[in-house]
């Protein structure tokens, strides 16, 4: 049959009516019987189950004997006072073993006892109050049993008997036993990064050192940089197994014993091999970890005005859980600014590539087969935090199905067949702590719920509340804050976790659906944008704003509308337990607010961060001599104050020479201004740095001496009020930007 008589045929067929309708009107339909459905059950619904005298009981709750409080004064405010005193006393305690015990001993009596306490405050009239009470209950139980998690381990809490140990290992280091390959990881970051990077590894002390650029991007002017620094330089084809594939396709080109990871991000101190490589001597150690620290603060940081108050929000993790950690053999690598031993990761195969990230993954592979992994809790470099606010919740959420993905069997890591007990129990404990920031959300939207609904998640009068609550709050601010050497507070994980509370669930969701597939970016940019505006990225403080909205609307409905027609009133009765709502909902309104103003961007024109170190300089401008001290100093300038007045040429060069560092540099004068009757400033631009003037400017900045290097640490009440001094100040709001 020819193609034209089979088409007739065809054409004659009669077609399906169903196929014949288009998808927009498929959607009309089913939209509409949808409509229809939901006006027949609104019609013939009866909401009464769901109004206030139903969602609560209508008497009283007896409290059993041993929880009743029969005089305010003594049973009523004596555990508070009981909980401030000892939280006074405990700061004249010394930092040993039995004074942490003491400590979290206390904390953990006041957490079983207000625990127990709210088993007696669920809300049981009704099934929706039930789930949602018990819900709340719930968390809370599993938040105090992470505290007895870490009361052991927490015992042994010393970040200082490492660091006595890399001291007494200098001798034998210096005598440079090791050779050491140096990889510098670097996909699509700019060259200035990868530069400054390399120019840190060359002020390395330890001489017997090989500096590779290990290049995913394949990029021609990396490949020069690396030749016009004297540097080895490596790229491959393709970007198989990313990191990992890229650090492994390094160690076929490589042989030294030992090699030392960067990121291009990060710099080194010149000390950082003479302080790592002692642990060597002991055979079984395959990986020293340093902590990750920032030379910048976060956006967060900058948008509260807090960036040189506050540690940030990962200061917990490496200044206090790594060091418990170290002592139980359950240390984290954290794929930048470590020492591995190459016959370590030659008797596991190389680095783990069935993940996304690789740090954590390889330490728990080399852990489960026997080696040791030990951190050393010491600054020895310093990195780019995330520039914005984008890149931040990216990094995060990285770092989240990294951290996640161990746990499924795909990725062949024997967690809980090879590890120890102990091992086991800081495994579980940080798989539990990914999945705090949904606990979070639900701290957030159901007391909003509760007070919408006139419902009570805590049945209990404010009295039995002080008794039992606030005592255990004060000590969960106080007690963990000075066992960490204040690197943990409460309030302010609090705020952090809000951040991305919403985001983070979201991403939990579709990593358990698709724990392998790539969800988001594989790297996060850190180069520095210039920004003349504020910027709030709307979509991603979006739940912050709904949450916002949903408390004033339930204000609204509870307390405004009844004010304004008392037959509008949906609660007719005070229920047990409305005042606590009340309380919980004000302090989640603070929370929240601080988180929203931290997601907002500031203006930057810089792409180099200043730092303000005070430098002892001679100047030479216009025939004249100056002496002066900076007031800060950056990659690509300075300002400093002099005392000596002359007349600005707009076309000024400057000869800049630092003293006590025997460094003498070219400048452009961009500004000189009276500051004071007796001081002058002076805005400089340098110009033309040849290698080694870059490298030795780079060894003045990124310095263990720059105070803004440091580890920032304050204690619980400032930190509470750096808190609302952030709230109440909005920073972000109020501050105006000159040019």
Not at 51 to 66: C, G, K, T
Not at 133 to 139: N, P, R, Y
Not at 430 to 442: K, T
Not at 597 to 618: G, H, K, M, Q
């Amino acid at each position: 049959m020819s193609r034209s008589v089979r088409h007739v045929f065809t054409s004659l067929r009669p077609r399906p009516v169903l196929r014949s309708i288009r998808p927009a009107s498929w959607s009309f339909l089913i939209a509409s019987l949808l409509l229809f459905l939901l006006a027949l059950v609104a019609a013939n619904l009866d909401l009464s189950w769901l109004s206030p005298p139903r969602l609560n009981a209508l008497s009283m709750r007896h409290l059993p004997e041993q929880f009743q409080i029969r005089d305010p004064w003594l049973e009523g405010m004596g555990p508070v006072v009981v909980a401030a005193v000892g939280l006074l006393l405990i700061q004249r305690l010394p930092r040993r073993p039995w004074a942490y015990a003491l400590a979290n001993g206390g904390l953990l009596f006041f957490s079983l006892r207000y625990y127990l306490w709210r088993s007696t405050t669920l809300n049981t009239a009704h099934p929706l109050s039930f789930l949602l009470s018990a819900v709340l209950f719930v968390f809370e139980g599993v938040y105090i049993l992470m505290l007895l998690m870490e009361f052991l381990p927490s015992l042994w809490f010393d970040p200082v008997s490492r660091r006595l140990q890399a001291d007494a290992q200098l001798a034998a280091v210096r005598e440079e036993p090791y050779q050491v390959d140096i990889f510098i990881t670097t996909y699509n970051e700019s060259p200035r990064q990868v530069r400054r990077c390399v120019e840190a590894c060359l002020t390395q002390s330890y001489g017997r050192r090989s500096i590779h650029v290990l290049d995913d991007g394949a990029r021609e002017e990396v490949r020069q940089l690396a030749a016009s620094l004297g540097v080895h330089y490596l790229s491959r084809e393709t970007n198989q197994h990313r990191k990992a594939g890229n650090l492994n396709h390094a160690l076929a080109f490589t042989s030294a014993q030992l090699i030392a990871v960067f990121d291009c991000d990060f710099v080194p101190y010149e000390k950082f091999l003479e302080r790592t490589l002692g642990f060597f001597s002991q055979p079984d150690v395959a990986i020293v970890q340093t902590p990750q620290h920032y030379f910048q603060a976060d956006f967060h940081g900058r948008s509260l005005a807090v960036d040189e108050l506050m540690p940030s929000d990962v200061s917990m993790f490496y200044h206090y859980q790594q060091v418990i950690r170290d002592r139980f053999n359950a240390v984290v690598c954290v794929g930048t600014s470590y020492v591995v031993r190459r016959a370590a990761l030659e008797a596991i195969g190389g680095y783990v590539t069935t993940c996304l990230i690789e740090d954590y993954q390889t330490s728990t592979r080399l852990l489960s087969t026997g080696w040791r992994v030990v951190f050393l809790d010491e600054i020895l470099s310093v990195g780019e935090a995330p520039d914005r606010f984008r890149d931040y919740v990216d990094q995060r959420l990285r770092w989240l199905q990294g951290n996640l993905q161990i746990f499924f069997p795909a990725s062949k890591l024997d967690i809980w067949t090879r590890l120890s007990g102990v091992q086991k129990l800081f495994y579980a404990n940080h798989l539990i702590s990914n999945f705090l920031p949904v606990a979070r959300l639900w701290y957030l939207y159901i007391p909003i719920f509760s007070l919408m609904l006139g419902n009570q998640l805590i049945v209990a009068p404010p009295l039995e509340y002080i008794a039992y609550a606030v005592p255990f709050t004060l000590l969960l601010h106080g007690v963990p804050a000075w066992v960490s050497h204040n690197h943990i507070h409460q309030i302010w994980s609090e705020v952090y976790e809000t951040l991305t509370s919403f985001l983070w669930t979201k991403r939990i969701i579709r990593i358990l659906r698709h724990p392998f597939r790539i969800l988001g970016s594989t790297i996060t940019p850190k180069t520095a944008s210039a920004r003349d505006e504020k910027f709030l990225d709307l979509p991603l403080a979006m739940h912050l704003l709904v949450f916002l909205a949903l408390l004033l609307l339930a204000f609204l409905v509870r307390y405004g509308l009844p004010v304004l027609n008392p037959g509008w009133n949906y609660y007719p009765v005070a229920s047990e337990g409305q005042e606590i709502m009340v309380f919980w909902n004000l302090y989640n309104l603070l929370i929240v607010a601080t988180a929203l103003l931290a997601c907002v961007e500031l203006p930057s024109r810089r792409l180099n961060d200043r730092f303000p170190i005070e430098l002892v300089c001679c100047v030479e401008v216009n025939g004249q001599t100056l002496w002066g001290v900076t007031r800060d100093l950056s990659e690509s300038g300075a300002s400093l104050t002099v005392t000596t007045r002359f007349q600005q040429d707009p076309a000024s060069t400057v000869r800049l020479e630092f003293v006590d560092h025997g460094l003498t540099l070219e400048a452009d004068l961009l500004r000189a201004s009276q500051v004071s009757p007796l001081l002058y400033e002076l805005n400089l631009r340098f110009r033309d740095l040849s290698p080694q003037q870059e490298t030795q400017l780079i060894k003045m900045i990124y310095s263990p001496q720059n105070p803004l290097l440091q580890k920032h640490r304050v204690g619980t009440l400032d930190s509470i009020g750096f808190f609302l001094g952030a709230l109440f100040r909005g920073h972000a709001v109020t501050s105006r930007y000159r040019s």
